[in-house]
């Protein structure tokens, strides 16, 4: 495996980086240009992608990281800037962090001083950066306990002062395991093998990059199979014909539930991809938890693989076990068009509710506002007057659109399965116009007073998410204007209710006016409440109000 020693030698100087002087990186640099890209294992963003995760745990290096990213960027004309941008701005991520990133016991000690902090997130973020004084000066002038999460921390760090002193605390476990392998730091892997009995996990050599500890895994354990099926995570080829010539079963599935074909899949990697394929992999393998390998093609947008594996017939509908989403459901939250269009003509089922919720892809297109995607699902027969597992129709969807309170905890659960890229993940929580959808789905037969399960219908839910735009919309196509829910509420009273709440927030952050509030009982509050907008909405229409929430 003498081979692959200047890749090795290339990823394990990236993770070990140790200046972040100006102009210091043009070695590496040249290595990355000839060992990684040049030499077709990883594209440019890739490369641009990975230093951003590892300088994100480097934050001392971050500017050496920064001069890398944007040399490639340039060289390569990459056409995505977002990991450039996301580590620039963890350069004032956290007031502390320049004081603890420079070690500096002094400042530390003043800041300190200055009001109440969270010493352990403190003391843990010196066992990642390596701040061997600030860490001494937090447990011995501040009595700080060193906690588990110090002792992972410390292996990302790399300090042999602090992990020395951690493992004096706590015991080690796989999460340590984990942070060793990232930090690509080969003494402290065999250290934890040999002192605390550790296992190597694959799957986080392959996360890593870590193809010295990968090796060695094999080297201990001869475990062919296991090796093989996170081989293409190291887009090298000839390491996965490697394992196939020492007799891989090629089906094989690891205990984690990837195979060889699910891994080339998550890497985008469709020469690796291909070549299992012509090998005999089974397209259709059940996988946990994406579900197929079309699924996991289907997240990230790779169109390429998609056509490839269609070619071959895979099985479109296969449902992920977590989420069960099915491929069309993500090919519509990654508003790739030519995927959603590819599944229709091979009859994919429309209409299938997903998750616990009861998502269709067009309630999920309706959510994300890819407009596109709706119109095109309605043409070929998504229901718009379904419902989810609420009662909630396709009007409330769009309504929900604009609201990040809806759709961060519901991308949180959605990311398990689909993996976003962090720019796309941002730009799917951010809100955008779609009144025009609103308008569609009403000419097409929408239904603007159909009640979910808890009474409310469209207009009570606009109320709810001061969505005056949409309220406007419904109200001008006949939503009735003063419906109860199965609260005896009103759109009106849950405005009111609304609006009092936000008063009642500002209050609490002024005891003088608080005071206020409570001697003169909840009548002030309501005699210093100006109406929102929206309740001059409904007010306007003659909406009533019915009862006043406390």
């Not at 060695?216 to 293409?232: A, H, M, R, W």
């Amino acid at each position: 495996m003498n081979k692959y020693k200047e890749y090795i030698d290339t990823w394990n100087l990236i993770y070990n980086l140790n200046s972040d002087e100006i102009n210091s990186t043009t070695g590496l640099y040249n290595e990355i240009k000839d060992n990684l890209i040049d030499a077709g294992y990883f594209t440019p963003q890739e490369m641009i992608h990975s230093m951003r995760k590892v300088g994100l745990h480097r934050l001392k290096y971050r500017h050496a990281y920064l001069e890398l990213m944007k040399r490639i960027y340039e060289e390569y004309h990459c056409d995505n800037d977002f990991d450039i941008r996301s580590l620039s701005e963890a350069d004032t991520a956290n007031p502390i962090n320049e004081i603890l990133l420079n070690d500096d016991q002094k400042k530390l000690y003043n800041f300190l001083r200055l009001g109440n902090h969270n010493l352990n997130e403190i003391l843990q973020f010196c066992c990642e950066q390596g701040a061997v004084n600030c860490f001494w000066a937090l447990i011995n002038t501040n009595k700080v306990q060193i906690t588990k999460e110090c002792l992972d921390s410390s292996f990302l760090g790399n300090n042999k002062e602090i992990i020395k002193e951690c493992l004096r605390a706590q015991k080690p476990d796989s999460s340590t395991m984990e942070n060793a392998i990232a930090s690509h730091n080969m003494d402290n892997v065999m250290k934890l093998i040999n002192k605390y009995q550790l296992k190597i996990p694959l799957d986080k050599c392959a996360d890593h990059k870590n193809l010295q500890v990968f090796l060695e895994y094999l080297k201990q354990t001869n475990d062919i199979n296991g090796c093989f099926v996170y081989s293409p995570a190291f887009h090298i080829q000839s390491l996965c014909e490697y394992f196939l010539s020492k007799d891989a079963d090629i089906n094989y599935v690891h205990q984690n539930g990837d195979t060889a074909l699910s891994v080339a899949a998550k890497e985008k990697h469709n020469d690796i991809a291909k070549y299992l394929i012509m090998k005999g992999s089974d397209i259709d393998q059940k996988i946990f938890p994406s579900g197929s390998a079309f699924n996991i093609a289907v997240n990230p947008n790779n169109t390429e693989l998609v056509e490839l594996l269609n070619s071959h017939e895979a099985i479109i509908d296969q449902i992920g076990d977590i989420t069960h989403l099915t491929s069309l459901h993500i090919a519509t939250i990654n508003n790739n068009k030519k995927v959603v269009e590819i599944l229709i003509s091979r009859g994919s089922k429309i209409n299938t509710k997903a998750t616990k919720h009861g998502f269709t892809p067009l309630y999920l297109a309706l959510l994300f506002n890819h407009k596109e995607i709706a119109q095109l699902l309605i043409s070929h027969g998504a229901k718009i007057n379904t419902t989810d597992f609420d009662g909630n129709n396709a009007i409330i969807y769009a309504l929900m659109h604009n609201s990040r309170k809806v759709k961060e905890p519901l991308l949180k659960q959605l990311d398990i399965i689909c993996n976003f890229p962090d720019d796309y993940k941002n730009s799917l929580i951010l809100g955008s116009n779609n009144n025009d959808m609103i308008e569609f789905l009403i000419s097409n037969g929408a239904k603007v007073n159909r009640k979910n399960f808890y009474g409310n219908r469209p207009l009570h839910i606009a109320a709810l998410l001061s969505n005056k735009e949409g309220a406007e919309i419904l109200i001008s196509h006949g939503a009735e204007i003063n419906s109860l829910n199965k609260n005896g509420q009103t759109p009106l009273d849950i405005a009111v209710m609304l609006n009092k709440k936000t008063h009642e927030d500002i209050l609490k952050n002024n005891k003088i006016e608080m005071n206020i509030v409570r001697e003169n009982n909840i009548d002030f509050l309501d005699s210093l409440i100006e109406d929102s907008e929206m309740e001059a909405l409904l007010k306007s229409h003659g909406e009533k109000l019915i009862q006043t929430a406390n």
